[in-house]
């Protein structure tokens, strides 16, 4: 994985003295909280309903196992002992206090860690597939330029103060497991004919009050010219983008009321007036960062299949951990194994220190010491062994960490909602806890089923792409859910739509049930959800939720 | 007061002439870009030194044959958060190969300074507590940058590819 070289960590060294300075002056009254505020938000520090919340950045979702130990650590040092990781592929703790939050930045530090703009209205944390290194259908490895692209958004000089923040994610296979869709730049990796390597690039997607799905301005930029574009497509924004109204400033609303295809003639023009030569990206450059990532030294002697295919005839439980934890490797003998945050009954995305520094262990053991941190709220270990695997899932179990329930209906995105944002205007992880613990039983049989949730409008829960969404709002002192059906998120990205009028929080897992069976009734063979409501349309559904009452 | 880019703290001997005022026949004077627009002819005629203040809603390509008759651009923060003027500087400096001073003014704070003087600002419009913080101290922060700017540091890319030549 990428290891800091010595820029790298002069650069955090100077990033943490610089904050130390600014947290300094907060604290003897030289910087109001109004002034205050949009330094601590470039170091990911906000102000919570209880406490301080630090959102760490983890760099597309890649953590080592000394990495992972150090965040057990910190949460156990500084914070009530577990973290939650996010949607955004990041670590969020909420028992912060401001005086300790330059040691920490200095602790993530010492292990090539930050938490540079991992909130303000400039790039964020860049995304990208949780499998990428070890997916089988992978073009090429996308963290490279994830790797790349983080380096060039830090600390940007003409983009650290956009009309609002800016997202970009990567895919870089056939599958596109990052939702690239939902981001306000997309890219995904493309060769073209002569067998070069390049970038579609989509801009303009984004949820919250306006979900909207990215929309591609140019189907392949030469890699060289990555820097460049990119600039034009920002500057367009940095110029054009609204900032009367926080609500209306993200770029999925200039690339709106533009028009997909204005849009990317401003930025071609833009590009075309740019000196690119300048700014290119040569190949040696890419190659040296690539080097970095390069893939571990696998062990190819034959993994015996017969035996691994006698355990799992022989370990039902194993069986369904096999069929819906693992993932095809791309190295033979080996496999991509997800770690589930979803047990049922907890907190989505929660982890203790005891589990992350088990995770740990168990990366360096199994997985060379690598874990990745799933979009979807769970952790993945990348790299292990096929004849591993059920020693793996034995440890994983008697820890609480061996559910088996990837892709499943309990396995549910949720945002922290009210129980910790001051943003939320509902208790999103009890509905998600009930609904996990209601629909467990009977999940293999419901099948591959997003649910996601969000506290409110701002949408971290993505629920516009889940199979069913639920936002909770409240009306009149009440939290009620609004319901959207038939989102989807990767290649078939779609925004879920709203069924009806929203439901009591005590009535969600009853409408949750009448929907389930609406669609196990009219399923084709191995249908999934999205894919239903598209053929038969919202009226059975509507139908079934709200016909009784 | 004026926070000069090598730190230096200096007073602003301009003119900021209003529209509705005449236009006097000697000293420095800056206007705004509607008056240049409106009195360009009579302007070209003096022979003092000539600025131009810029609304961050003005694309610099509007002055892109003009920029040598200014010795002073002032671009506008009308607040920190609103960052166009960062935009406008880098191409002013860049693409329209602006030699003069560029000066950032309105909602000018410690800690943008860096991001300012990075895009190619090199005056500062600053208050008291300018001093009495030390603001200077904000130029000197960072010395890894990972981009090529108008200030000409050297970024990281460039440095890694120049040590493995």
Redesign the interface.
């Known amino acids: 994985m990428y290891r800091y070289?010595e820029?790298?960590h002069?650069?955090v060294d100077?990033?943490v003295?610089?904050y130390r300075?600014?947290v300094r002056?907060r604290l003897a009254g030289?910087l109001s909280e109004d002034?205050f505020r949009?330094?601590r938000l470039m170091n990911g520090l906000y102000l919570q309903l209880h406490a301080y919340m630090l959102r760490i950045a983890i760099p597309y979702g890649m953590l080592s196992s000394k990495q992972l130990r150090k965040l057990a650590h910190i949460t156990r040092h500084y914070d009530r002992g577990y973290g939650h990781f996010t949607t955004r592929q990041n670590l969020q703790l909420h028992w912060i206090k401001l005086e300790d939050t330059p040691d920490i930045l200095a602790e993530l530090a010492s292990v090539e860690m930050h938490a540079i703009q991992t909130s303000g209205?400039s790039f964020r944390n860049t995304t990208t597939d949780a499998f990428a290194g070890a997916a089988a259908d992978e073009i090429e490895d996308p963290r490279p330029y994830a790797e790349i692209v983080r380096?060039?958004a830090?600390?940007?000089?003409?983009?650290?103060?956009?009309p609002r923040k800016f997202k970009i994610a990567i895919s870089a296979s056939a599958e596109d497991r990052a939702a690239v869709k939902m981001h306000d730049l997309g890219l995904y990796l493309r060769k073209n004919e002569k067998g070069e390597i390049g970038f579609e690039v989509l801009v303009g997607g984004g949820l919250g009050r306006t979900p909207l799905l990215a929309q591609t301005i140019k189907p392949f930029v030469a890699r060289r010219d990555l820097f460049s574009y990119l600039e034009a497509v920002l500057?367009v924004y940095?110029?054009y983008g609204r900032?009367d109204n926080l609500y209306k400033s993200r770029i999925k609303i200039l690339v709106q009321s533009l028009g997909a295809a204005k849009f990317a003639e401003e930025v071609e023009a833009e590009w075309q007036?740019?000196?690119r030569e300048?700014?290119a990206?040569?190949d040696?450059?890419v190659a040296?960062i690539a080097s970095a990532f390069e893939a571990p030294r696998f062990d190819a002697t034959p993994v015996d299949e017969r035996a691994l295919e006698r355990t799992i005839t022989a370990n039902p439980a194993f069986a369904r951990w096999m069929k819906h934890n693992t993932a095809a490797h791309k190295a033979p003998g080996y496999a991509i194994v997800t770690i589930s945050l979803k047990p049922v009954g907890q907190t989505p995305g929660d982890c203790s220190a005891e589990q992350m520094e088990l995770v740990a262990g168990l990366a360096d053991e199994l997985s060379f010491g690598e874990i990745r941190v799933a979009y979807e709220q769970n952790l993945v270990l990348p790299h292990v062994r096929r004849d591993q695997l059920f020693a793996l899932w034995q440890k994983l179990d008697a820890a609480g960490l061996g559910s088996s329930n990837i892709g499943l209906v309990s396995d549910i995105i949720c945002c922290p909602g009210m129980d910790y944002c001051s943003l939320a205007t509902a208790r999103s992880i009890p509905v998600a806890q009930r609904l996990a613990q209601h629909l467990s039983e009977r999940e293999d049989a419901i099948g591959r089923f997003n649910i996601k949730i969000s506290g409110c409008i701002n949408a971290c829960g993505h629920h516009h792409l889940g199979h069913i969404g639920l936002l909770g709002v409240d009306k009149n002192g009440e939290e009620v859910y609004q319901i959207t059906l038939g989102g989807d998120a990767g290649d078939n990205a779609a925004i879920g739509q709203i069924a009806g009028p929203a439901v009591k929080s005590d009535e969600v897992t009853g409408a949750i049930d009448k929907l389930i069976a609406v669609y196990e009734k009219l399923r084709q063979g191995e249908e999934r959800f999205p894919d239903t409501y598209r053929r038969v349309g919202q009226a059975p559904f509507k139908e079934a939720l709200y016909a009784a009452r | 007061m004026l926070l000069v880019e090598d730190g230096r703290l200096s007073v602003d001997d301009w003119r900021h002439l209003g529209d509705d005022e005449p236009i006097p026949a000697n000293g420095a004077i800056t206007v705004s870009f509607a008056r240049w627009q409106t009195d360009e002819a009579v302007l070209h005629l003096r022979t003092d030194k000539l600025g131009l203040r810029l609304p961050n809603t003005i694309?610099p390509q509007e002055i892109a044959e003009d920029v040598s008759r200014f010795s002073l651009i002032i671009l506008n923060f009308p607040k920190?958060?609103?960052?166009?003027a960062?935009?406008q500087a880098?191409l002013l400096r860049?693409?329209f190969g602006y030699k003069g001073e560029l000066r950032a003014d309105g909602n000018v704070?410690r800690?943008?300074l860096m991001?300012m003087r990075?895009?190619g600002f090199n005056s500062f419009v600053v208050g008291e507590r300018a001093i009495k913080?030390d603001w200077a101290k904000a130029f000197g922060?960072?010395?890894?940058?990972?981009?090529?700017?108008p200030?000409h540091r050297p970024w990281?890319?460039r440095?890694?590819?120049s040590k493995?030549r």
């Open positions: 070289d820029f790298d002069r650069f100077e990033r003295a610089q300075d600014q002056r030289q002034e949009p330094l209205n380096q060039w830090t600390l940007h000089p003409e983009f650290s103060f956009l500057r940095n110029r900032r007036a740019t000196d300048a700014v990206l040569p040696n450059y040296e | 694309a920190f958060t609103d960052g166009r960062y935009s880098r860049t693409r704070l800690d943008q991001f990075r895009c913080e922060e960072f010395d890894v940058f990972y981009q090529l700017a200030d990281v890319m440095q890694r590819l493995h």
